[in-house]
């Protein structure tokens, strides 16, 4: 077995991966896009792949999969530069003529603008009525992240952005995800990479088995097998962008959840973090979501599942930066630079601006995160893969893609009101575990011996090995709980956190302090 083989893919040395999740979810993708049909939302696909524009500027070569016929008349360097210039100008300045627009209509908060007596609508709401483009209830679409040699998506991201309740899902599928390919698509990687070992594979690999101008689109065509959608646009970025744009908008500022330090002098990486709120420039945030474990071996206490929900919290920051008005406006430049210089997507410059319309909508509190459901096991041969889970997977693409609009936002509504109802009965009727986080023998001990004279259920205690912070962390799984619980600790922080609070709805990591 070649090196290389061995740093891609542990090779299965037998194909019994189970087939139901892929056939189930290629007939429910099947149905999904008839649908679509019927409700008029084709020829996205179409559209962005004809599109001339700039932002699909690595898509072209991706669509046609075919080598160029040499009797085809070539366009002249010089037009091809005008022609990616206007379309970059024309994005800036529709981008910018909208927000220009916005802001000066909506300077003043205490004039209403009315045109028409007993109108409410603003201006700009009627300017926005005529001319932004209708868009989908739902978008779907894929986040991928490539390593540093570019071949392996170390990040995989599927989302689905809501037109209706202006909300963005992101689902991580862990990069050890074990999938068998299609046929079609496994024949085509023996083509473009003579070693692609067994049908079943890591999903990281695919993308680089398939090579770098099919692999986005493989990709796809795996994850909508996996996942039973139908995905209209994928972007793919490398760590170069992730530099670029968080050190032009001056940063992102993020509490590093522990100590990391990591060398590894055949990537040429080097990671060393201390714990705590602090601001991150590119190459330290590249570091945080990169890190895995510590030289001594030490790292998140549940593997790669930990990092995921560390990337998932990362990004949500970075997505309410991002989305800030303020930050686009002063760093307009940097947005336009990072999408034309470092992106591959297939969606084109009408895409663009159909979807800059509704950027000032989105709000970013409502970006949600899941991870793909399933656990980690020896599956296929591969040994410490991850094994998705096909009923639970069906249930959540069932709720993020499928589910009527109606019911999210009534779902929705009736969670706000029980998280704002939430009081100390609902912590009192909560299952806790107590963690000893800090270095005084028996403190777990004492403290649930506290909370039970006070009418708390602590089911289990014991010691937390991670890493130690001075004030005790009280993680969470919903909004509303464990406020009452501040009040037993000297300067404790309540944490929503569904993964690490999977067996108990509340668990206190007691701080150094106590």
């Given at each position: ?120 609508q ?21 986040l991928?992240?490539?390593d ?10 599927v989302?689905?952005?809501?037109s209706v ?39 990281n ?9 099919l ?53 040429d ?27 001594d ?45 470092y ?75 029980s ?36 009418g ?40 929503v ?10 668990v ?6 106590e």
């Amino acid at each position: 077995m070649s090196k290389d083989k061995d740093k891609y893919n542990d090779y299965d040395q037998e194909e019994n991966v189970s087939e139901d999740v892929g056939q189930s979810r290629r007939r429910r993708a099947a149905k999904m896009r008839e649908d679509a049909k019927k409700a008029g939302y084709t020829g996205m696909m179409s559209a962005a792949s004809q599109d001339n524009g700039g932002a699909a500027n690595n898509a072209s070569e991706a669509d046609s999969g075919e080598d160029e016929d040499n009797n085809t008349k070539k366009r002249s360097p010089m037009k091809i530069f005008f022609t990616v210039l206007l379309s970059i100008l024309g994005v800036y300045v529709i981008v910018m003529g909208i927000f220009a627009i916005s802001t000066y209509l909506n300077d003043d908060p205490e004039d209403d603008w009315n045109v028409v007596q007993g109108d409410t609508q603003k201006p700009m709401d009627k300017i926005q009525e005529v001319f932004s483009p209708k868009l989908p209830e739902r978008t779907q679409f894929v986040l991928m992240c490539t390593d540093e040699d570019g071949t392996r998506t170390d990040t995989i991201m599927v989302g689905c952005y809501n037109s209706v309740t202006q909300g963005i899902s992101l689902i991580s599928v862990p990069r050890d995800t074990v999938v068998s390919v299609s046929a079609a698509n496994y024949q085509t990687m023996r083509e473009e990479f003579p070693e692609p070992g067994r049908r079943t594979m890591k999903i990281n690999a695919v993308h680089h088995y398939a090579g770098e101008k099919l692999g986005p689109e493989m990709l796809v065509d795996e994850l909508n097998s996996l996942l039973g959608t139908d995905i209209q646009y994928y972007v793919r970025v490398n760590f170069d962008a992730f530099h670029y744009l968080i050190d032009s908008i001056g940063g992102i500022e993020f509490d590093v959840p522990q100590k990391m330090d990591y060398d590894d002098p055949t990537q040429d990486l080097s990671i060393h973090l201390s714990p705590g709120l602090q601001m991150l420039d590119g190459d330290k945030a590249e570091q945080l979501v990169r890190w895995r474990q510590n030289n001594d071996g030490t790292g998140y206490f549940n593997g790669d599942i930990g990092r995921i929900a560390m990337q998932q919290n990362f990004m949500k920051v970075l997505v309410q930066k991002l989305a800030d008005v303020d930050t686009i406006k002063s760093n307009p430049k940097a947005y336009v630079t990072a999408f034309i210089k470092y992106v591959t997507t297939n969606a084109g410059i009408s895409d663009a601006v159909k979807y800059a319309s509704a950027l000032n909508k989105i709000d970013p509190s409502k970006l949600e995160t899941y991870l793909l459901p399933g656990d980690v096991r020896s599956i296929g041969g591969i040994s410490g893969g991850y094994a998705p889970d096909s009923e639970g997977i069906e249930q959540l693409v069932y709720d993020i893609f499928e589910k009527p609009v109606s019911e999210m936002i009534s779902e929705s509504t009736s969670e706000d009101a029980s998280g704002e109802a939430a009081s100390a009965s609902d912590s009192k009727s909560a299952s806790i575990q107590v963690l000893n986080g800090g270095y005084t023998n028996g403190k777990a001990g004492e403290v649930e011996a506290a909370l039970e004279a006070d009418g708390y259920t602590v089911d289990e205690i014991g010691t937390y090995n991670e890493e130690k912070k001075e004030n005790t962390r009280i993680y969470v799984n919903k909004n509303g709980l464990g406020e009452d619980l501040k009040d037993y600790f000297k300067d404790a922080e309540i944490i929503v956190d569904e993964d690490l609070t999977a067996d108990f709805d509340i668990v206190i990591v007691i701080g150094t302090e106590e």
